[in-house]
Each structure stands twice: as C-alpha cells, then as structure tokens.
C-alpha cells in the first residue's frame, strides 16, 4: 500500500458542476497537506495548503483535512473548462519540507 | 518573467551517454529542488538544497550528480543513462530555508532509446 492513495480518474463533469477530490494516506504523522493543479505538459501549481485538521477556502477552492480518517479532498464549486488538468494531494510531515505526492486525478470539464 | 526555468524542455538520447539539464530561478529563493515525474505520473523528490548545500539525497543512483553554483541555479547531471530514466525531471525552488509552498518549473522531459 502506497503511502498517499490517489485514483487517477479521468474524472469528466460537465461546466458548473461542483467536484470532489479526494486522497487517503497511511502515516499518521503528516501534518502539512497541499493540493497542486498540473496541466499538460506543465510543471506543478501550488493551489493551496492546510495544517492539520479542517476547512481552507480560496474563491471556488474549499480544502478540507480529517485526521481520524487519513482523508483529504479539494472542492471545486462551479467547475470551469479551465479547472481541466490534474491535481494532485501531498503532505509532509511537520519539519520536513519535502512532500509525499499522490499520483493525481485527471479532472475534465466540458462546456 | 519566468519564476522557474529549465532547459532543455525535451531531452532525447541514447543509452550510455551523459547529459546535463539545468535549472535557475529568479525568485529569490534560497531552497531548490529535483523531481523525477516517472510514467504513472508519480512526483518524487531527488534532490534538495538549501544555500548551495545538499541537505537531502533520497536514494537515487549515483549517476545522478546535481551541482549548485549558486542560489539561484541547481542543474542535473546524469551519466551513463538507462531506459529506466526516461521521465519527466521537475526543478522547483522555496524560500527561507524550506517551505511548503514549492514552486515549479516547467519540466524537462527525458526519452532514453
């Protein structure tokens, strides 16, 4: 079992629809969770990041972290054609700046 | 404006040669990083360097020799490549002797034949 379970989708939904992301993990000991947005042949965008448990909003973005579960998603409101790339989970444990990546989800959204 | 750059963006080569991907930032940064991106899109940490120095190496075959001349540049070296390199080589940087927010660049991707 991999450390940062992630399915790889594609997830497709069409222009206005409200995504879920999500991804388990297995270590305990992470603290810091990221979600990165990768488009094609682009390098990793840093979308958003939360310590611990709890909700993070940013415009349409809502990240969300439950601890007792080992699970974190990323909600997308009003999902545009634009939000089409992958996204990828990560999180690091407290000191350590280098994070453990998910594998992404593919999203697609057609007008 | 370019944040972090890298060249080359599309890297192909034979088995056995040396080549050299190299990276630079102009943020200001004083921590840079090497991924490896493999084929099932999973992202891992290579290399890390804060100030000039190496502070982590995972466990990546010594083939792989990254250089720093300064805060601003980490390049790659690789020598006697392998078809199990072909992947796409990420370079990112942060600031403050660490962060979790990293910023990336491009890519390079590496086809060995």
């Known amino acids: 079992q991999k450390e940062v379970e992630q399915d790889p989708g594609p997830l497709s939904v069409p222009e206005g629809a409200i995504v879920s992301l999500n991804c388990t993990y297995s270590?305990?000991?992470?603290?810091?969770f990221m979600w990165y947005r990768q488009y094609s042949r682009k390098g990793p965008e840093l979308l958003m990041y939360?310590?611990?448990?709890g909700n993070k909003e940013d415009g349409r973005f809502t990240a969300q972290v439950d601890k007792s579960s080992k699970y974190i998603s990323l909600f997308i409101r009003d999902s545009q054609p634009s939000d089409s790339a992958t996204y990828l989970c990560?999180?690091?444990?407290?000191?350590?700046?280098?994070?453990?990546f998910g594998r992404g989800t593919s999203l697609i959204v057609h007008p | 404006d370019t944040a972090v750059s890298q060249t080359p963006k599309y890297l192909v080569t034979q088995m056995g040669n040396d080549k050299s991907i190299k990276c630079e930032q102009n943020?200001?940064?004083?921590?840079m990083y090497w991924y490896k991106q493999d084929s099932k899109k999973f992202l891992k940490i290579m290399f890390s360097?804060?100030?000039?120095?190496?502070?982590i190496n995972e466990t990546v075959p010594n083939r792989f020799s990254p250089k720093s001349p300064d805060k601003a540049h980490l390049n790659l070296h690789i020598n006697s490549l392998e078809l199990g390199d072909s992947a796409v080589y990420f370079c990112?940087?942060?600031?403050?002797?660490?962060?979790?927010?990293?910023?990336f660049g491009p890519g390079t991707r590496l086809t060995v034949t």
């Open positions: 939360t310590y611990s448990s």
């Open positions: 360097y804060n100030n000039k120095e190496l502070i």
């Open positions: 990560a999180m690091s444990v407290g000191g350590s700046y280098i994070p453990t």
């Open positions: 943020l200001g940064h004083d921590t």
């Open positions: 990112a940087s942060s600031g403050t002797g660490g962060s979790y927010e990293q910023y």
């Open positions: 270590n305990s000991a992470f603290q810091y």
